[in-house]
């Protein structure tokens, strides 16, 4: 009987560890990929900390720096919103070390992608 229970535990457990959706590492330093040149330099800092992510924002070239940003995230998709409004935002999927998506600014909205920098 408790041979049964244990063979019934561990299948359980190694199901949920396998079919659970795998854990985006989001923590880290991003930095907005400027192949067009359209968007100004931008890098955004994700900490987590008191059990929910932080983030803050950088725009060098308009003398930004720490500026909070709100972070939304669900599965593998993440809305960084930039104002309180949110009327400037980014939408975005995360692979890997790259989020991609796009950047919405006063109604303009653009493609955009992030790098994650390795620590």
């Given at each position: 009987?408790?041979?049964?229970?244990?063979?019934?535990?561990?299948?359980?457990?190694?199901?949920?560890?396998?079919?659970?959706?795998?854990?985006?590492?989001?923590?880290?330093?991003?930095?907005?990929?400027?192949?067009?040149?359209?968007?100004?330099?931008?890098?955004?800092?994700?900490?987590?900390?008191?059990?929910?992510?932080?983030?803050?924002?950088?725009?060098?070239?308009?003398?930004?720096?720490?500026?909070?940003?709100?972070?939304?995230?669900?599965?593998?998709?993440?809305?960084?919103?930039?104002?309180?409004?949110?009327d400037c935002f980014v939408a975005?999927?995360?692979?890997?070390?790259?989020?991609?998506?796009?950047?919405?600014?006063?109604?303009?909205?653009?493609?955009?992608?992030?790098?994650?920098?390795?620590?």
């Open positions: 009987m408790i041979i049964k229970i244990l063979i019934t535990l561990g299948l359980l457990v190694t199901g949920t560890i396998f079919l659970l959706p795998k854990h985006q590492q989001i923590e880290g330093t991003w930095v907005l990929e400027n192949k067009n040149k359209t968007c100004e330099t931008a890098v955004l800092r994700i900490q987590f900390g008191e059990g929910y992510y932080v983030a803050k924002l950088d725009i060098p070239g308009q003398q930004v720096f720490d500026n909070p940003v709100f972070l939304q995230i669900k599965n593998d998709s993440i809305r960084v919103r930039i104002d309180e409004k949110g975005a999927i995360i692979k890997d070390s790259l989020m991609i998506g796009r950047s919405v600014v006063d109604g303009r909205s653009e493609d955009v992608s992030f790098r994650k920098l390795k620590n």
